[in-house]
């Protein structure tokens, strides 16, 4: 059974930091791409960032590139998003998923990952 538990959401105010952790288990976790996505009130969800299996290629959405980071521990099967100069509009649930596939590269179509965590919740206040 595949879990993957996010963590570190919280309240923030804009310009603030947050840092976000994702863990798994239930996989080899190093054999898989990774993505973190976000589901805005009244809004789709929505890519935000992928990284391959090996840690080795990242991929952004054009709304967080250059604030956020993506990486990953393989030795402690955990994801992480680092998100910098955060802003209102970054207000969201984040949720952290896997492809389904070992061995790709970035991915950002939500279709292709298929485990998900429960999601955290970041709020950027104003």
């Known amino acids: 059974q595949v879990q993957l538990v996010e963590s570190g959401g919280g309240l923030v105010q804009a310009g603030g930091s947050l840092r976000l952790s994702c863990a798994a288990s239930?996989?080899?976790?190093?054999?898989?791409?990774m993505g973190w996505f976000r589901h805005a009130p009244g809004k789709e969800r929505e890519f935000v960032a992928s990284i391959s299996w090996s840690g080795g290629s990242t991929y952004y959405a054009d709304s967080v590139k250059g604030r956020f980071t993506i990486s990953r521990d393989n030795a402690k099967n955990t994801v992480y998003l680092q998100m910098n100069s955060l802003k209102p509009e970054d207000t969201a649930v984040y949720y952290c998923a896997t492809d389904r596939n070992p061995y790709t590269l970035v991915v950002v179509t939500t279709t292709e990952y298929d485990y998900w965590g429960q999601g955290t919740q970041v709020t950027v206040s104003s």
């Open positions: 239930g996989r080899t976790f190093s054999n898989y791409a």
